[in-house]
């Protein structure tokens, strides 16, 4: 740990980075592009149906009502 300055002393800050900055924003470019994205990744100008977001025709929704929910609910119990 480095020596603690003396309270009342003054600061002096560089701003003006070396060269092996490009290089860290390089490797944050690439990091980043690596990531999942949402504002890149999904389009957000399809209009999504709230009651049904994954798009569920309805016949497939009423079989399962039918024949899957009962027996899912069977074997919960």
Do not use: C, T
Not at 1 to 17: D, L, Q, T, V
């Amino acid at each position: 740990m480095p020596p603690a300055s003396p309270p009342g002393s003054a600061a002096r800050f560089n701003w003006e980075y070396d060269d092996g900055h490009d290089r860290l924003l390089a490797l944050y470019r690439r990091g980043k592009e690596k990531q999942w994205d949402g504002a890149r990744r999904i389009d957000w100008d399809l209009e999504v149906d709230p009651y049904d977001p994954l798009g569920i025709p309805d016949e497939a929704l009423r079989r399962l009502r039918q024949d899957g929910a009962p027996r899912l609910l069977q074997a919960a119990q």
